[in-house]
């Protein structure tokens, strides 16, 4: 089979083992490898959401080149090799939300969105590993919820996806999807890759 990205003559790498990654990037008829970055999230750090969602993604990229064995050798190649890396954070009341680390905590969350909104901020990097060229941007978008039942707070924590997400939010939960209302921006921003802005960095970067 013919993917959009041999059409297009590149190779594509995601850097992520997200779920969710992995269905949009194939919703958007790319055919891809997965190669990890083993880096320390919690030491890096930044005051401002989108400084640090494209530090993350900036900190993963370039683990997975060096974990590939540095540029050089892709330079050789005749095809370019593109990587995607990104990284999502959730926003609640201007304080700045990663992967839950307990169950109080993720009990704190979810409780904080029912019947209220949390902001979401991804980023996303695209790297020409042929060429070195690289784009960086982010996105944002806002979801706004209904009342969210006490027993199915206690059923999305006892539920391990709460723990891998950020902000213990995944929107394509059956448990949470009937309570939100509405989404101000791109679904997929929420669920950890624009498309458009991913979309825009493979030509930019080609």
Do not use: C
Request: net charge negative; proline share 4%; hydrophobic share 40%.
């Amino acid at each position: 089979m013919t993917t959009k990205a041999m059409e297009r003559g590149f190779k594509l790498i995601l850097g992520s083992q997200s779920m969710a990654r992995k269905k949009i990037l194939g919703e958007m008829g790319y055919d891809f490898t997965i190669v990890t970055a083993d880096i320390d999230e919690k030491a890096i750090r930044r005051d401002n959401p989108q400084d640090l969602v494209v530090a993350l993604a900036e900190a993963k990229a370039d683990e997975i080149i060096t974990k590939l064995g540095d540029q050089s050798q892709f330079a050789q190649d005749p095809l370019p090799t593109l990587l995607i890396t990104a990284d999502t954070v959730v926003v609640y009341k201007g304080v700045i939300r990663e992967k839950p680390t307990s169950k109080e905590e993720a009990r704190q969350f979810i409780k904080g969105y029912s019947g209220s909104h949390g902001g979401v901020v991804g980023s996303v990097i695209v790297s020409n590993l042929k060429t070195g060229v690289r784009k960086v941007g982010w996105d944002k978008a806002e979801v706004y919820f209904h009342e969210i039942p006490a027993k199915v707070i206690d059923e999305l924590i006892d539920d391990s996806i709460t723990f891998k997400v950020a902000g213990g939010l995944t929107l394509e939960h059956p448990l949470i999807s009937p309570f939100i209302d509405t989404v101000v921006g791109g679904v997929d921003t929420v669920m950890g890759l624009p498309k458009e802005l991913t979309e825009k960095f493979i030509t930019d970067v080609l």
